[in-house]
């Protein structure tokens, strides 16, 4: 398992809230997705960025696309589409099948909070809108 993994996993269980924030030993994050996956890539949490992490804007904007095969653990899947009740990202763990239609992801949820699970891709019942990132170096 990778650093990301390592700290997606740290967060299983945290309940889900745009608003809210959660403290453990990677730092204070907002406890909604964009905020759990900033935390999972180790970027800034308060009180350096007093937001508790990025959007999903913010992700995509400091990660390249990449193409379905090369997914890679820890990478993310974002979807850009709506506004900030509508965007969503997971975290990327590996595939769940040799046919690459589902895999297993990290993600921060309304309803469920943090939860490792299997996942359709590229998100559930959704056919567009969500494409594969990573962070650029």
């Known amino acids: 398992m990778n650093d990301i993994l390592r700290r997606a996993a740290s967060w299983t269980g945290v309940p889900y809230s745009q608003h809210d924030f959660h403290t ?14 900033s935390m999972a890539w ?8 007093p937001r508790g992490g990025l959007n999903t804007v913010g992700l ?6 990449i193409d379905k095969d090369d997914l890679r ?3 993310l899947l974002i979807t850009l589409t709506g506004d900030r009740t509508t965007r969503h990202v997971t975290v990327f ?19 469920h909070g943090t939860v490792h699970r299997i996942v359709s ?8 809108g969500y494409h594969p990132y990573r962070r650029r170096d």
């Not at 895999?103 to 949820?109: K, S």
């Open 24 to 37: 453990n030993e990677h730092g204070t994050y907002r406890t909604d997705c964009s905020g759990f996956a």
């Open 42 to 49: 180790g970027l800034p949490g308060r009180p350096q960025d």
């Open 60 to 65: 995509a904007g400091i990660s390249a696309l």
């Open 73 to 75: 653990p820890g990478d």
């Open 93 to 111: 763990c590996r595939w769940a099948d040799v046919a690459r239609s589902h895999y297993w992801a990290y993600e921060q949820c309304s309803g």
């Open 121 to 128: 891709y590229p998100y559930l019942h959704s056919t567009s």
